[in-house]
């Protein structure tokens, strides 16, 4: 697959989501199982793209300056910093360690 | 349900609706920026933006794609992303009532902030405008900003000098943040991160993310067995 097909598909594909939910009688998905499952979704896919986006290198794990991007990013967000400042506080973060390494 | 609006809830409406978009347009400069840091040129960076039109699923088949996974793990795990979609369109439709093209055009537009902005209004016409007004400003202002965003990050040389792959992260834990709000989400989020990370040396980049979403399968599974709630 290539990355235009991922881009036309995924997106195809997210709209029809939305438009299914907009559609379907809400009694067939309305489930508590469901509903759990979905909530849980984003938390869990989330939580495992901020993981491997951190530490991964290909197939190793590593630490390095995006780590401390992360730790700035966990910061800002204690500290009720609004989203754009998180994105670019961490990346900031990271630009200095390496300019400094 | 349909009732008319007095002046000052319609204009407060609109101005809320205006003001999430703005606040939530702006930062498509940063989804703009990663996904040109993560290898899409700018043109596949825009049509994300205006046919996806998802945040947090744009994010994740960009992030992938940066991690070197395939452009098929991307689409999956935008598309698992896109599921919470579905569930906000079941909450909207009795509220917004439309059919037809209206509602194959309303689709589109069905994001979280358009949920949130529309979902605790009294009536079906305050909630149409809300919804309206929140989603086609995030669209309009997203889709402007995801432009000025790639056309930065493509001039600016190596993405990494300016710590853009670290940003990748800093967005994703500002997208799960407000998630944290359970024992049971905080479980499920250390348990993915393990997983995941269990699973690079393993697999193929971009799979480690989709085994841990198994994890939000198990737990809602075994939860709905047991009625374990919270």
């Known amino acids: 697959m290539s990355v235009w097909a991922a881009v036309v598909l995924a997106g195809l594909g ?57 730790g700035a990013a966990v910061v800002l967000l204690l500290l009720r910093a609004p989203f754009l400042v998180v994105v670019f506080g961490s990346a900031l973060v990271a630009a200095l360690a390496r300019l400094l390494a | ?34 996904s040109v840091a993560a290898g899409l040129d700018a043109w596949q ?19 992938v794609l940066a991690s070197g996974g395939a452009p098929l793990s991307g689409a999956l795990t935008a598309l698992l992303l896109g599921t919470r979609n579905t569930l906000y369109g079941l909450r909207l439709a009795p509220l917004l009532g439309w059919t037809g093209w209206r509602r ?12 949130a902005m529309s979902v605790t209004r009294r009536d079906r016409t305050a909630a149409r405008l809300g919804f309206g007004v929140t989603g086609g400003s995030v669209f309009v202002l997203w889709n402007l900003a995801t432009l000025v965003g790639a056309v930065a990050g493509s001039v600016i040389g190596d993405p990494r000098d300016y710590g853009l792959d670290a940003a990748v992260g800093g967005a994703f834990l500002a997208l799960l943040w407000p998630r944290l709000d359970t024992t ?25 993310v989709l085994v841990a979403g198994g994890v939000a399968l198990l737990v809602g599974a075994l939860g709905a067995r047991t009625q374990v709630e919270r």
């Open chain 2, 184 to 208: 049971r989400n905080r479980v499920v989020a250390v348990a993915a991160a393990a997983v995941a990370l269990g699973a690079v040396p393993l697999t193929a980049a971009g799979v480690p």
């Open chain 2, 1 to 34: 349900m349909t009732g008319t609006l007095d002046p000052a809830e319609r204009s407060g409406i609109v101005r809320d609706g205006v003001g999430v978009g703005i606040a939530t347009g702006v930062y498509g400069t940063s989804f703009g920026a990663v």
């Open chain 2, 104 to 115: 194959a055009a309303a689709a589109h537009l069905v994001i979280d902030e358009s949920t």
């Open chain 2, 45 to 63: 960076t825009c049509a994300l933006s205006l046919l996806m039109f998802t945040g947090a699923s744009q994010f994740a088949l960009v992030g």
């Open chain 1, 14 to 70: 997210c709209y029809l989501l939305k438009l299914a939910g907009l559609s379907v009688p809400a009694r067939v998905l309305d489930r508590p199982a469901v509903a759990r499952v979905a909530d849980l979704i984003p938390v869990a896919l989330l939580s495992a793209l901020v993981a491997v986006q951190v530490t991964a290198d290909g197939q190793a794990l590593v630490a390095d300056a995006r780590l401390l991007g992360l």
